[in-house]
């Protein structure tokens, strides 16, 4: 059973920081693109950043770019390094996982093969 867990959600004043975690299970993810999304209330859900599978290539939204650093660890952990949290951040935090690459991942999220079940991440002004 593929699960991906992800932690490191919580609230943070404006201009903190947060590390997001996501753990993968279930198979190896060493062909996979790994990446995050977020969806605030009442908006749809949107990419925020992703990684290639080798960990060499990242790309970013441009509401977080320059702020947000997206890595992994191996097949299977990918993180999120949030600094300079702005109120707009505010939403769940989820990490997801396409076999595929990370460009496509990035503009296709109807693409996404494995979901995790979200992590809050409420940013106070």
């Known amino acids: 059973q593929v699960q991906l867990v992800e932690s490191g959600g919580g609230l943070v004043q404006a201009g903190g920081s947060l590390r997001l975690s996501c753990a993968a299970s279930?198979?190896?993810?060493?062909?996979?693109?790994m990446g995050w999304f977020r969806q605030a209330p009442g908006k749809e859900r949107e990419f925020a950043a992703a990684v290639s599978s080798s960990g060499t290539i990242t790309y970013y939204a441009d509401s977080v770019k320059g702020r947000f650093t997206v890595s992994r660890d191996g097949a299977n952990t990918v993180y999120l390094q949030m600094n300079s949290l702005k109120p707009e951040d505010t939403a769940v935090y989820y990490c997801?996982?396409?076999?595929?690459?990370?460009?496509?991942?990035?503009?296709?999220?109807?693409?996404?093969?494995?979901w995790g079940q979200g992590t809050q991440v409420t940013v106070s002004s």
């Open positions: 997801a996982a396409y076999a595929g690459t990370a460009r496509t991942m990035r503009v296709m999220s109807s693409r996404v093969d494995y």
């Open positions: 279930g198979r190896t993810f060493s062909s996979y693109a």
